[in-house]
């Protein structure tokens, strides 16, 4: 009998009920800004994650979530199930649901700051079984015990373990020794291979298979073995940054599982993340597959390479 094919996707991660200001910039120490109507997303880096993932097209979807009894949860929960997300839920009564606080300046770039709230609690032994899953997608918002069980856990199981090395901070060894693919922006990328003056050089002091870092409006820079791809942004008029980078990696992850070479899924997830740039909000402004793919057909006009800079 032969074994089930391996097509879904699991992420593992945070959701966050997203409070959004937009300000003319955001504060510096000490100073207060005035800014404009609070408004109020589902968010979190693995929710949103997965909702990219999920609406990226024949890649169906399980996320790994913990939320609370609780307003907050109630809605993250309606908004990945509304997405076609199937959830493994930890359930975590009288813990509240994690919550973002987030500054979005006139230019579309934003500040965030994080409670995870229950979020904190999903341990290693909370990885549903893993049949079936093709990708493991995780990120840095939960306990990096726990990021770290999940990767030996899906390494030894044969599954392709993604991280998206996100908020920034060191990584032990014992978890990158775990990762297939992994993604970073230029800030992050700093922080675990030094100077990113040389891009190639700094991805090849990476000790993963393949490493990725987005720079933004400089599109992103892949290394796969000894082989580097560059993939150029698509130009669009930019509204809120809050889930570009989320969204390329759902949108990626998604591609790979559907077997999709790395060159055509860093387009999709390229041309996910410029829309998802478009609209405000963090999964309200995730696209769906066919949009994504009438831009990625799209030509990218020649430029010259700018210097590198942050990535979202």
Do not use: Y
């Not at 992420?11 to 408004?39: H, I, K, Y």
């Not at 990113?196 to 290394?223: H, K």
């Not at 769906?288 to 030509?299: F, G, T």
């Amino acid at each position: 009998m032969n074994a089930m094919p391996r097509t879904r996707v699991l992420v593992a991660g945070s959701a966050n009920l997203d409070f959004v200001v937009r300000a003319p910039r955001a504060p510096a120490p000490g100073e207060t800004v005035l800014g404009g109507d609070l408004q109020t997303f589902p968010g979190g880096k693995g929710a949103n994650q997965a909702v990219a993932s999920a609406r990226a097209g024949d890649a169906p979807t399980t996320m790994l979530v913990a939320l609370g009894d609780d307003p907050q949860g109630a809605r993250l929960r309606d908004s990945l199930r509304e997405a076609g997300v199937a959830l493994a839920e930890k359930r975590a009564p009288g813990t509240a649901s994690g919550v973002a606080f987030i500054c979005i300046a006139a230019s579309g770039e934003n500040s965030i700051v994080v409670a995870p709230g229950a979020n904190d609690l999903l341990a290693a032994e909370d990885l549903p079984p893993l049949d079936g899953i093709s990708h493991l997608l995780l990120q840095l918002e939960t306990p990096l015990s726990s990021v770290t069980a999940w990767a030996e856990s899906a390494r030894a199981a044969g599954v392709t373990v993604v991280l998206n090395a996100a908020p920034a901070r060191a990584l032990p060894a014992r978890l990158l020794a775990a990762v297939d693919i992994l993604v970073v922006n230029e800030g992050e990328l700093a922080m675990l291979a030094g100077d990113t003056a040389d891009l190639e050089a700094a991805l090849r002091r990476l000790p993963v298979p393949c490493a990725i870092v987005t720079l933004g409006g400089d599109g992103c820079v892949a290394r796969q073995g000894d082989a580097f791809l560059r993939q150029p942004a698509f130009a669009v008029d930019v509204v809120d940054t809050t889930a570009a980078g989320d969204t390329f990696c759902g949108a990626m992850v998604a591609a790979l599982a559907r077997g999709e070479p790395l060159r055509q899924a860093l387009r999709e997830a390229s041309a996910a993340s410029a829309l998802a740039c478009t609209a405000a909000g963090a999964q309200s402004s995730i696209p769906q597959h066919e949009a994504v793919l009438q831009l990625a057909a799209q030509p990218i006009p020649s430029r010259r390479p700018r210097a590198a800079r942050r990535g979202r």
